[in-house]
């Protein structure tokens, strides 16, 4: 599937549910901010090293699954309700990105 698709997918469930009144910019960046929020709780406690090791352990591969779906879900549907084009919006800040970090900076910084 595609963004468009998704976009597509996501608002035909939220219509069948009248769900319309709900999904504000506001409402949906804020669940946005508690479904990262979810995803964080996962790792909070472990070190970094032991957070690269969950693809070791299926269930908290899962969970973590299934809150970058739920992210991606919420910024999707926040995108659409806005109208921001996100394959545009994407390429435009990967283009930032190539600009502002250039490969031949330095890349790793120390203190």
Do not use: T
């Not at 997918?9 to 069948?16: A, D, G, H, V, Y």
């Not at 804020?30 to 996962?42: F, G, I, K, Y």
């Amino acid at each position: 599937m595609n963004i468009s698709e998704i976009q597509g997918r996501l608002q035909e469930f939220e219509m069948k549910r009248d769900w319309e009144q709900y999904h504000s910019p506001k409402n949906l960046s804020m669940a946005l901010s508690v479904e990262a929020a979810e995803l964080m709780e996962v790792f909070q406690w472990v070190g970094a090293e032991e957070s690269r090791k969950i693809v070791e352990h299926p269930d908290k591969l899962e969970q973590v699954g299934a809150e970058i779906a739920d992210i991606c879900i919420y910024a999707i549907r926040l995108a659409g309700v806005i109208g921001i084009d996100l394959d545009e919006a994407i390429d435009h800040k990967i283009d930032q990105n190539i600009k502002k970090y250039p490969s031949s900076a330095k890349r790793h910084w120390s203190f």
